[in-house]
């Protein structure tokens, strides 16, 4: 006859995962900070976003268009979304002492995660004096903006046709497209994080005025494949004609 033995297994050693901070985004949606064995979490209605074990391709976002600034003076960078701040710690990196880097992020509460939370992770960038944050959405500061950044960096959502929150679909619009544009200096450049190959992005793009290409990135820096893409525009450094509202087609009296 064989025994089974059933060890204990020690209270200690099963680490929880602990939701620290929620909030509800404005469609309604749940938004939760979870922590597990020292690492981070974004989930939105259970379903991850992204975590401190897999930043990679935020890195990458913020390398294809910055890293070619090195000490070139009074660079402005805008970027789309604060998130865990991978993308905004890199830019810092990136940039000069004198560069301007201007952070939109809708949702006050992941602002005030990342100081309190997260500050061991990137929180300590939201001091950086060339930091400079919005609780604002980025499309509305990009459609303010007239040539005014050298690099836009856009991690809102998981691409142009997979949408989290469905409002942001007028990113990708032809419209929302001239509109980065038109917020561009010439020849300033524009990244696009997206979970996997959009197709017809590329295209897209150039009938919108950009030279753009994609870039596989990974998850990990020991990931076996790429899991996303980074798509890379840049504008033409022609001047962008100002957005002039249609008028209304008048017939004969």
């Known amino acids: 006859m064989v025994q089974q033995c059933r ?7 099963l680490k929880p995962f602990r939701i620290l901070a929620e909030t509800q985004t404005p469609d309604g949606s749940r938004l939760c900070l979870i922590e597990h064995d020292g690492e981070f979490f974004l989930k939105l209605n259970g379903r991850q976003l992204m975590s401190t074990t897999a930043t990679t391709s935020e890195i990458v976002l913020a390398d294809l268009p910055c890293r070619r600034f090195g000490v070139r003076p009074e660079v402005r960078v805008l970027i789309g979304g604060l998130g865990l701040g991978f993308s905004l710690k890199r830019v810092l990196d990136l940039v000069g002492r004198d560069a301007e880097v201007h952070v939109a992020e809708l949702l ?3 602002v005030a995660w990342n100081r309190e939370f997260l ?8 001091d950086d004096r060339r930091v400079k944050v919005f609780t604002d959405d980025v499309f509305a500061m990009i459609r303010r903006a007239s040539s005014v ?12 046709t997979s949408f989290v929150q469905t409002g942001n679909a007028r990113i990708y619009s032809r419209r929302g497209l001239e509109a ?3 917020a561009l200096k010439p020849g300033g450049k524009v990244a696009f994080w997206s979970a996997c190959e959009e197709r017809g992005f590329v295209e897209q793009l150039g009938r919108a005025g950009f030279r753009a290409t994609s870039v596989p990135a990974k998850s990990h ?5 790429f899991a996303h893409v980074i798509y890379m525009a840049e504008r033409d450094a022609r001047p962008v004609q100002a957005e002039i509202p249609a008028r209304r087609a008048q017939g004969r009296r």
């Open 7 to 13: 060890f204990a297994v020690p209270a200690r050693i």
């Open 108 to 110: 006050p509460e992941v």
């Open 119 to 126: 500050r061991g992770v990137n929180g300590k960038c939201l």
């Open 149 to 160: 950044y050298d690099a836009i960096l856009l991690d809102v959502d998981n691409g142009p």
């Open 180 to 182: 980065i544009g038109r």
């Open 221 to 225: 820096t020991t990931a076996k494949r």
